[in-house]
């Protein structure tokens, strides 16, 4: 059974919190199509949260069809995300790689920083973005056009 | 059944004639089934309201209907809990859980009272006159979760309870909510944990209903907006609170339409939303669509 912790600071939206947590979840085989996610009851119970946060994200995990409500059951796992379970080789390659980076005095955030930028560099995100409604965020230089 | 957990209808109470009245013209409508956090200032009129709906205070003009029906007669389907968490204080534990088991035939859960109870290590014999604030708070609310009533009505229900015992009984409560779908009414001065618990709002100030409404709803109707702009080019909107910001101006404003791209748009939280209520008297109040008060009101 998943275990949703909510933070209250993150600034991510509660519900928001839950459907990431899930796809983590799914990402890491800790949940597999067929199993069961916790009732609402069991969530907010844990998490003093309001038990509509918890329905709102089921409901968005349905629509990504991730997961489906059974009438009087609950909630199941329809597919998974990804294919990177948690005893899979690569993590175990990645855990290796871990330890070297420490042996070779790297800190946390050195580590992070470096995997930051291998991972944007093999994975780009996707170029359409939808407009965000906040303030336009800078784009990065090499994206630019040059006018002159 | 009905779907309206509270509906009031211009709802004045004046305790005296000299005093300004602590509930002045107070409209709104309540759906059953949410969890609202009623929160104001202090003297704001939150208690006041929560004793009316309680059936303990008659008003002074307008109209209130709990459950569809007169306060008083909503009664046995209501849990009230007062600010001072009033208890027999020559009674044990064990003795008011008995009590509330006796004067709630029929419905009592004792179960569930019982591990109320059980999770704040309150030893069944000890007297009521004997334990800290925090832990007549957590008998009080037994009593009120034992009855099993469609609406809990909680005055400062987590005010003097250390965080853990917060967040245990908020969740216990929430549980009540996804399981059998009561109404929940909690009052506050301060936001703080209400935020993720509630997903509907009634901000009470100087005796009135400033915001109410869906959480979401009320949000969404607001923009934080940022920019070198000047207030008057915000004139479409309403304007609830604006701030100079170095050279430009911070403003939460409630939006009506599209604001000019060339404001840096926000949504604000749903704290900065009250703050800015209530650094702001005269703003206009907002009672989102559907929960204002529409049909007749039983008298």
Same mark, same amino acid.
């Given at each position: 059974?998943?275990?949703?912790?909510i933070?209250?600071r993150?600034?991510?939206?509660?519900?928001?919190?839950?459907?990431?947590?899930?796809?983590?979840a799914? =990402?890491? $085989?800790?949940l %597999?199509?067929g199993d069961? #996610?916790? +009732?609402?009851?069991?969530?907010?119970?844990?998490? /003093?949260i309001?038990?509509?946060?918890?329905?709102?994200?089921?409901?968005?995990?349905? =629509?990504? $069809?991730l997961? %489906?409500?059974?009438?009087? #059951?609950? +909630?199941f796992?329809?597919?998974?995300?990804?294919? /990177?379970?948690?005893d899979?080789?690569?993590?175990?390659?990645?855990?290796?790689?871990?330890?070297?980076?420490?042996?070779?005095?790297?800190?946390?955030?050195?580590?992070?920083?470096?995997?930051?930028?291998?991972?944007?560099?093999?994975?780009?995100?996707?170029?359409?973005?939808?407009?965000?409604?906040?303030?336009?965020?800078?784009?990065?230089?090499t994206t630019?056009?040059d006018?002159? | 059944?009905?779907?309206?957990?509270?509906?009031?209808?211009?709802?004045?109470?004046?305790y005296?004639?000299?005093?300004?009245?602590?509930?002045?013209?107070?409209?709104?409508?309540?759906?059953?089934?949410?969890?609202?956090?009623?929160?104001?200032?202090?003297?704001?009129?939150?208690?006041?309201?929560?004793?009316?709906?309680?059936?303990?205070?008659?008003?002074?003009?307008?109209?209130?209907a709990?459950?569809?029906?007169?306060?008083?007669?909503?009664?046995?389907?209501v849990?009230?809990?007062?600010?001072?968490?009033p208890l027999h204080?020559?009674?044990?534990?064990a003795?008011?859980?008995?009590?509330?088991?006796?004067?709630?035939?029929?419905?009592?859960?004792?179960?569930?009272?019982?591990?109320?109870?059980?999770?704040?290590?309150?030893?069944?014999?000890?007297?009521?006159?004997s334990?800290?604030?925090?832990?007549r708070?957590?008998?009080?609310?037994?009593?009120?979760?034992?009855?099993r009533?469609?609406?809990?009505?909680?005055?400062?229900p987590?005010?003097?309870?250390?965080?853990?015992?917060?967040?245990?009984?908020m969740?216990?409560?929430?549980?009540?909510?996804?399981?059998?779908g009561?109404?929940?009414?909690?009052?506050?001065?301060?936001?703080?944990?209400?935020?993720?618990?509630?997903?509907?709002?009634?901000?009470?100030?100087?005796?009135r209903?400033?915001?109410?409404?869906?959480?979401?709803?009320?949000?969404?109707?607001?923009?934080?907006?940022?920019?070198?702009g000047?207030?008057?080019?915000?004139?479409?909107?309403?304007v609830?609170?604006?701030?100079?910001?170095?050279?430009?101006?911070?403003?939460l404003?409630?939006?009506?339409?599209?604001?000019?791209?060339?404001w840096?748009?926000?949504?604000?939280?749903?704290e900065?939303?009250?703050?800015?209520?209530?650094?702001?008297?005269d703003?206009?109040?907002?009672?989102?669509?559907?929960?204002?008060?529409?049909?007749?009101?039983?008298?």
């Amino acid at each position: 059974m998943v275990e949703y912790r909510i933070d209250r600071r993150s600034g991510v939206a509660t519900y928001l919190q839950i459907v990431q947590q899930t796809h983590q979840a799914l =990402r890491l $085989g800790l949940l %597999e199509p067929g199993d069961k #996610l916790p +009732t609402a009851r069991e969530v907010v119970e844990a998490t /003093a949260i309001n038990p509509n946060t918890v329905l709102k994200a089921y409901r968005e995990l349905e =629509r990504e $069809g991730l997961v %489906e409500a059974r009438r009087g #059951l609950g +909630t199941f796992v329809r597919r998974s995300l990804g294919s /990177a379970p948690a005893d899979s080789p690569l993590r175990g390659e990645l855990l290796d790689w871990a330890g070297r980076a420490r042996a070779a005095g790297l800190e946390r955030d050195d580590v992070a920083a470096l995997f930051a930028a291998v991972l944007e560099e093999q994975f780009p995100p996707p170029q359409s973005e939808p407009p965000a409604k906040t303030a336009p965020r800078a784009q990065p230089a090499t994206t630019m056009g040059d006018p002159a | 059944m009905t779907d309206t957990a509270i509906e009031a209808a211009d709802l004045t109470l004046a305790y005296g004639r000299r005093r300004a009245p602590a509930l002045n013209g107070c409209s709104f409508r309540l759906a059953a089934g949410r969890v609202c956090a009623l929160v104001g200032p202090n003297g704001a009129g939150k208690s006041t309201l929560l004793a009316l709906a309680a059936g303990l205070l008659r008003p002074t003009s307008g109209r209130l209907a709990v459950l569809g029906t007169a306060p008083a007669a909503a009664r046995p389907r209501v849990a009230y809990v007062a600010q001072d968490k009033p208890l027999h204080p020559g009674l044990s534990v064990a003795e008011t859980l008995r009590l509330g088991a006796e004067l709630n035939r029929g419905s009592w859960d004792a179960e569930l009272a019982a591990r109320v109870v059980a999770d704040g290590d309150l030893d069944a014999g000890a007297r009521v006159c004997s334990l800290s604030g925090g832990q007549r708070t957590r008998l009080a609310l037994a009593l009120a979760l034992g009855k099993r009533a469609e609406l809990l009505l909680l005055d400062e229900p987590m005010a003097d309870l250390d965080p853990l015992a917060r967040h245990r009984l908020m969740g216990t409560l929430m549980a009540e909510a996804a399981e059998h779908g009561t109404t929940v009414v909690m009052s506050s001065h301060i936001l703080g944990e209400l935020a993720d618990a509630c997903d509907h709002l009634l901000l009470v100030s100087g005796g009135r209903v400033r915001l109410g409404g869906g959480v979401d709803d009320l949000v969404h109707a607001h923009a934080l907006v940022t920019g070198t702009g000047r207030v008057a080019d915000l004139a479409r909107h309403t304007v609830v609170e604006s701030r100079a910001t170095g050279r430009g101006l911070t403003a939460l404003i409630r939006t009506d339409g599209p604001v000019d791209p060339a404001w840096d748009v926000a949504e604000p939280s749903l704290e900065e939303l009250l703050l800015a209520h209530l650094r702001a008297p005269d703003a206009p109040a907002l009672i989102t669509p559907g929960t204002t008060a529409t049909r007749a009101v039983a008298a």
